[in-house]
């Protein structure tokens, strides 16, 4: 059974059938979902929808992969996406910011508490309610390290479709919820998507792409999240505190990859039957409200003790996709490394809790 969006219907109206032709090639597939992306960046921008080049081709992906379109988005293409929102988000460092450091150990406090009381919330109510077993509630009610989290499923024989469109409502939940919310706190959300600034001279930008990849591969060997994104984000960073070439990324290379981000929210997605969707799209909606009233929750009480706006350490502690968050930090003019490090210390907690955790699901 496949779900049927307007988006995805063939000549007679109905679904995509068996006999719908397809490119085959990994980049000609590219193409096809960055152009539903687009669509849905237009459509989104229409309604008036914050941050539109991120929310809208999410949504559009997402509909279209469970109308049964083989979309995905080209792993050089990803990273190459990765590496320009990765600068885009080092440009916006400021030394200011940086004088906020020693405060900074509250909030990684909290995100242990956030992220153990989520997880402990989540197990409940999956097992429980919805029928999950305790070592799959665990999984599913993971507040991110999806990668971490479906290798664990697959080695210890769980349902991992089960476990992935629960994650997957979650990532686009988040992505839908976090700029409404901002919005709703006051935040202007019209604002412009990479810091100010002048462009950076493209031979700026190709010498701190190439000082980047070198950057990511270092922090792959130390088993960094992330590493293109992290590692193009410190270069950008350097460069912009160190006054040797202060700048911005320009437009017309952010907003592509803003779009192929929400789509590559949006392509998790991609496979996935309705009967599955529907199956589990309640265990979805339960887990990120968890995640959700914790975070925010946990977000307002740092806020007061560190005295910054509520919508930013909203943004910090979201259990949404690292990069999509940090990438949401710019539009909300959060500081990048605040951000950063407080998505890093959540998925090194997740790195030591689920194991422990999971040890005790199975005894």
């Not at 930008?205 to 590692?231: F, K």
């Not at 887990?287 to 930013?312: C, D, E, K, R, Y």
């Amino acid at each position: 059974m496949r779900f049927s969006c307007w988006l995805c219907k063939g000549r007679d109206g109905s679904g995509l059938s068996m006999n719908t032709t397809f490119p085959r090639s990994s980049l000609a597939r590219t193409g096809l979902t960055l152009a539903v992306a687009l669509v849905g960046a237009a459509l989104a921008r229409a309604l008036n929808m914050p941050v539109f080049m991120l929310t809208g081709p999410a949504v559009a992906v997402s509909l279209c992969g469970l109308g049964g379109m083989p979309l995905e988005i080209d792993p050089r293409v990803r990273n190459l996406c990765f590496m320009v929102l990765g600068m885009t988000v080092g440009s916006g460092f400021d030394p200011d910011a940086l004088g906020a450091m020693v405060r900074w150990p509250l909030a990684f406090a909290g995100i242990f508490l956030v992220t153990w009381g989520t997880m402990v919330g989540a197990r409940a109510i999956l097992s429980r309610g919805f029928g999950f077993t305790p070592y799959a509630a665990l999984l599913a009610g993971s507040p991110g390290h999806l990668s971490f989290v479906i290798a664990m499923a697959e080695g210890s024989g769980q349902d991992v479709v089960r476990i992935s469109v629960v994650q997957s409502v979650r990532l686009l939940l988040l992505t839908l919820v976090v700029p409404f919310v901002a919005v709703a706190l006051g935040v202007d959300m019209g604002a412009a998507l990479a810091p100010a600034g002048a462009g950076w001279p493209l031979w700026t930008i190709a010498l701190m792409g190439g000082a980047a990849w070198i950057a990511a591969q270092g922090l792959e060997r130390l088993r960094v999240p992330a590493p293109l994104l992290i590692g193009a984000m410190l270069v950008s960073g350097i460069f912009q505190l160190s006054g040797v070439q202060s700048g911005a990324m320009p437009d017309w290379m952010v907003m592509p990859a803003y779009l192929a981000l929400g789509a590559l929210i949006g392509t998790r997605f991609a496979g996935v039957q309705l009967a599955e969707f529907l199956r589990d799209l309640g265990a979805g909606l339960a887990v990120t409200g968890i995640a959700v009233a914790a975070s925010a929750i946990a977000a307002f009480v740092i806020a007061v003790a560190l005295g910054m706006p509520p919508s930013h350490v909203l943004v910090a502690f979201a259990p949404g996709g690292l990069e999509t968050m940090i990438a949401m930090g710019v539009v909300l003019g959060v500081a990048p490394g605040f951000v950063a490090a407080c998505h890093i210390t959540r998925l090194l907690v997740l790195s030591v809790l689920l194991p422990l955790m999971a040890r005790r699901s199975i005894s």
